[in-house]
């Protein structure tokens, strides 16, 4: 299956790396953007009266939930307009191997969909600890290695984003998109 090629961009990085922040200033400057799917994921689930704790017992029915709304929305994209995607279908692939759960054949087929036009990864942050993200430090970095090396073995020569204020970190992406 040949890729499909988009005019996709790519802000990924490890937990607690200003991704979110990023997405939501380049939308705040009139792009289109998307949202991060883990988080509405619990934020779904949690509406249904679960706790993060029971919505992230199963890891393998986290994942596969936030796998079909990642391929969901990405599905629904216009392949020729820009769009800045908080995370992308390689960063499953990372969770996946950070979890150590098998690789479906629908995740498979999904890597092999879109060609997104550039990535961009974020130089970790200090983590910050919130209601949906339960990694420490040690997680944080192996994260941030599996998604370099999920992109890379996708054949992606990612951009990193160094740590600058927020700001500047949008006008770094924007200046090399």
């Known amino acids: 299956m040949n890729p499909i090629k988009t005019n996709w961009y790519v802000i990924t990085g ?3 790396s200003g991704k979110t922040t990023t997405v939501n ?3 705040g400057r009139g792009y289109k953007t998307t949202i991060e799917h883990a988080r509405h994921y619990i934020d779904t689930q949690k509406i249904t009266g679960k706790t993060v704790e029971e919505i992230r017992a199963n890891q393998l029915v986290f994942q596969r ?3 079909d709304m990642q391929i969901a929305q990405e599905n629904e994209l216009t392949l020729d307009e820009a769009v800045f995607l908080d995370r992308a279908l390689p960063d499953a692939l990372a969770y996946y191997r950070f979890l150590n759960l098998p690789e479906d054949r629908d995740l498979l087929q999904a890597l092999q969909a879109h060609l997104y036009k550039k990535v961009f990864i974020l130089d970790p942050l200090p983590l910050v600890k919130d209601y949906a993200r339960t990694e420490n430090s040690n ?3 192996v994260i941030h290695g599996l998604l370099i090396e999920a992109y890379e073995s996708l054949g992606y020569h990612a951009m990193h984003v160094p740590v600058l204020p927020p700001e500047e970190r949008v006008d770094f ?4 998109v």
């Open 14 to 16: 490890g937990p607690s």
């Open 25 to 27: 200033l380049l939308a």
């Open 65 to 67: 939930g936030v796998l």
């Open 139 to 141: 997680d944080q970095n």
């Open 173 to 176: 992406i924007l200046k090399n």
